[in-house]
């Protein structure tokens, strides 16, 4: 097998870093919610110009945040393991986060000031710019190996 070029062996190493996160962050979602919530209201407090975030006392929901972290821990796993054969998924993933991220910045100006909601706008949105930066490179390297390849 061919060994990555530079900018694909950063893009490996983001992914790992990546996979890593979304695990732990979706298993304290489930095995620790309310936890996460109390914290973020602790900053809260701290900082101010923040509302606290209610306790969840409804577990479907975290059920789905669970299912969304394990799709995106797949994909994550998926693209560091073979990154010119699933380059493709990077577009599911920035779909996914893009979409938490827009739908946290909503809920943030619709419904409630929560340094949850914030951070989670600015965490995920962060995690698309930072995907987008590494992604872009590989994806044009690729796209003139392959038309310099055939040739």
Not at 5 to 19: E, P
Request: aromatic share 12%.
């Amino acid at each position: 097998m061919e060994a990555l070029t530079n900018r694909q062996g950063n893009y490996r190493v983001l992914m790992i870093l990546l996979f890593w996160t979304f695990l732990v962050v979706g298993a304290l979602f489930y095995i620790v919610p309310n936890q996460m919530i109390n914290l973020f209201n602790l900053i809260a407090a701290k900082v101010g110009h923040f509302q606290a975030t209610p306790p969840s006392t409804e577990k479907f929901f975290i059920d789905l945040a669970v299912a969304y972290m394990a799709c995106v821990t797949a994909i994550a796993y998926l693209i560091q393991k073979d990154v010119r054969k699933n380059l493709n998924l990077t577009p599911v993933l920035i779909v996914g986060k893009v979409t938490s991220s827009l739908i946290s910045l909503v809920s943030f100006i619709a419904y409630q000031r929560s340094l949850l909601y914030f951070s989670n706008f600015l965490i995920d949105g962060s995690i698309v710019v930072i995907v987008l930066a590494f992604y872009l490179p590989v994806k044009n390297e690729s796209r003139e190996q392959t038309q310099h390849g055939a040739v």
